[in-house]
């Protein structure tokens, strides 16, 4: 157990439709990643946030969007689904005094059918 | 963005057998990550590694930062099942806000 939670654990819905995702950080990280993971591929990043901004953003799409919260927790919102946005979303938190070393949650699965 | 390419996508060994993966990138990493994805779960860190050259053991598990700054080297001897999984290489970038990874090397071990 890393200490990072995310839920819900899965989530079908239907193309056109909105989901949003949510991950608690461990305690005391100020950091958390969101990354994309399609079937068989390796993890694409998508934002960083730091104690409630945004620090950087890769590959996200403009249907996508992040934000974290005063109490640390992130919530990625995901829109006008496509059956290509299905994939496993995992965030990851980094501690203060280890940036390198990051620690995932056990992602979210996301169906669109 | 980055790109980092692992080698090979797969293997299939006999428990016992040593293993070699490796991992090239385009551009240069100051810090080299590795990580293991069992099925079903997020990616755990394996070993980092922040200086050229520089060779880390985590019990069976050695790593390798090449010197060119644009390659690393996973391998674990003597094989076990628990080895199983999907190792990835990855790398973040100097502010550490990005982080770069590669597509897999998928490890099935036979007992």
């Known amino acids: 157990d890393s200490g990072v939670t995310q839920t819900p654990k899965h989530l079908i819905t239907a193309t056109g439709q909105r989901v949003t995702l949510r991950c608690s950080p461990r305690?005391?990280?100020?950091?958390v990643y969101w990354y994309q993971q399609s079937l068989d591929q390796g993890l694409q990043f998508l934002i960083q946030?730091?104690?409630?901004?945004?620090?950087a953003k890769g590959n996200i799409l403009e249907r996508f969007s992040a934000q974290q919260f005063p109490d640390l927790h992130s919530e990625l919102n995901l829109s006008s689904l496509e059956l290509g946005d299905s994939a496993l979303y995992f965030c990851?938190?980094?501690?203060?005094?280890?940036?390198?070393?990051?620690?995932f949650g056990p992602g979210t699965r996301l169906t669109v059918l | 963005g980055q790109q980092l390419n692992q080698s090979p996508q797969s293997m299939f060994i006999q428990e016992g057998e040593d293993v070699s993966m490796n991992c090239t990138s385009s551009?240069?990493?100051?810090?080299w990550l590795w990580y293991k994805q069992e099925p079903g779960e997020g990616p755990v860190l394996l070993i980092a590694l922040y200086k050229a050259g520089e060779l880390t053991s985590n019990g069976r598990l050695t790593a390798q930062f090449g010197i060119t700054r644009k390659d690393s080297f996973l391998n674990i001897s003597a094989s076990i099942p628990s080895d199983v999984g999907i190792y990835f290489c990855?790398?973040?970038?100097?502010?550490?806000?990005?982080?770069?990874f590669g597509s897999g090397t998928k490890l099935n071990v036979k007992p």
């Open positions: 990851a938190s980094t501690p203060t005094s280890s940036y390198n070393e990051q620690f």
């Open positions: 946030y730091y104690n409630g901004e945004e620090r």
């Open positions: 551009s240069i990493f100051n810090t």
């Open positions: 990855a790398g973040p970038n100097d502010n550490f806000n990005k982080f770069y």
């Open positions: 305690s005391g990280d100020l950091s």
